[in-house]
């Protein structure tokens, strides 16, 4: 068994972070018979019908119940930061709801013929720490033997009903926020190639471990219409989910869009995560042309990413104060906007 001082848990596993998730087009296949009987669950306000970030249930007292899950393979080598990212990327899901996350149940895969499993404790003090700070409960999980190492949340959260964010809440005429910079896939898989640059160590965890937890304030503004966090899909990807949810078209300014660092040197030594490819196979034909460098920025797959939020104009002063009183000052100005549709299918042009 590799001792402790040798591990590099990246080494572990064939994919990394949210880079790990199937495909959209794969998984259309695999929900490709979901019932969507109105009658199954009548109190299921948001169920997989629109791929939203989390369900939602009606307690029928003003409150509703989220609920979701996610976990993945090491993006980090670091055991105590790949626990805090993988936990705060699940409990982005509840924010993105526009809800407060209360509890988390542990969901560990563990190779135990690999792997000490002091490790896994490690990681586990990681996850405690980021849950510490959400203001969330963990109260227990579940463990198996698998061949890579696996780690994440299922997460319940609360969110007053009128305050209920979708991904499909988006209107035209509708500004687009994004909360975090892009790039994390890019990095990730730089720093596995043995390219990254010394300046950029640290980079993309420590967004990666940044809480969404902006995205409870922004949900009680007035004018807040829609929401959803970026990342296995990249933004192109889950800004065509919005556009489809709500039948509309959308713009995206990619000088707009803000880069962890200078992403064109890693893209230039072919730092490109395969889920890029992916994600660009799924979507590419809603999306109009756009150069490849750009491209490969905007599929980028980011795990633990900002919130992607569609805001009435009137809402947008609203939406600056907030996100200034988060210490969100960098991501006060747009990237985009919703407009009408024009034809069938969403369609996402690129400026």
């Not at 980021?130 to 299922?154: N, R, T, Y």
């Not at 995206?252 to 994600?279: C, Q, S």
């Amino acid at each position: 068994m590799t001792t402790k001082a040798e591990i590099r848990l990246t080494q572990y596993s064939h994919g990394a972070g949210c880079g790990c998730k199937l495909s959209p087009a794969v998984l259309d296949k695999i929900l490709a018979n979901r019932d969507t009987s109105p009658d199954a669950m009548a109190k299921l306000l948001v169920g997989n019908h629109s791929r939203d970030d989390a369900g939602a249930y009606d307690l029928e007292d003003g409150r509703v119940l989220l609920s979701t899950t996610d976990f993945f393979m090491p993006i980090v080598d670091d055991p105590f930061e790949f626990g805090r990212i993988a936990s705060a990327n699940a409990i982005s899901d509840i924010y993105a709801m526009g809800g407060d996350p209360v509890m988390a149940i542990a969901v560990l895969g563990w190779p135990i013929d690999k792997l000490p499993a002091e490790v896994a404790g490690e990681m586990l003090e990681g996850s405690r720490s980021i849950c510490k700070e959400a203001g969330v409960a963990l109260a227990g999980g579940h463990s198996i033997d698998s061949p890579e190492p696996i780690f994440g949340l299922a997460v319940n959260g609360l969110v007053r009903k009128e305050h209920l964010k979708t991904n499909d809440g988006g209107r035209a005429g509708d500004v687009l926020f994004l909360t975090k910079a892009v790039g994390v896939g890019i990095l990730s898989t730089a720093e596995k190639r043995g390219v990254l640059r010394e300046e950029d160590r640290g980079v993309a965890a420590a967004s990666m471990m940044r809480l969404n937890s902006v995205g409870s304030a922004l949900a009680k503004i007035d004018g807040v219409q829609g929401m959803t966090d970026v990342t296995g899909f990249g933004l192109l990807g889950h800004l065509t989910e919005m556009c489809r949810g709500a039948e509309v078209n959308a713009e995206v300014d990619p000088a707009a869009v803000r880069r962890l660092t200078d992403l064109d040197y890693y893209l230039e030594r072919g730092a490109v995560p395969g889920g890029t490819g992916r994600n660009w196979e799924s979507y590419g034909d809603h999306v109009g042309p756009v150069e490849e460098a750009v491209r490969q920025v905007l599929c980028d797959p980011q795990t633990s990413g900002g919130l992607l939020v569609a805001v009435a104009p009137e809402a947008v002063d609203a939406v600056r104060e907030v996100l200034v009183g988060a210490g969100l000052e960098a991501h006060v100005e747009p990237v985009g906007r919703l407009m009408a549709r024009a034809g069938a299918g969403a369609y996402v042009e690129v400026l």
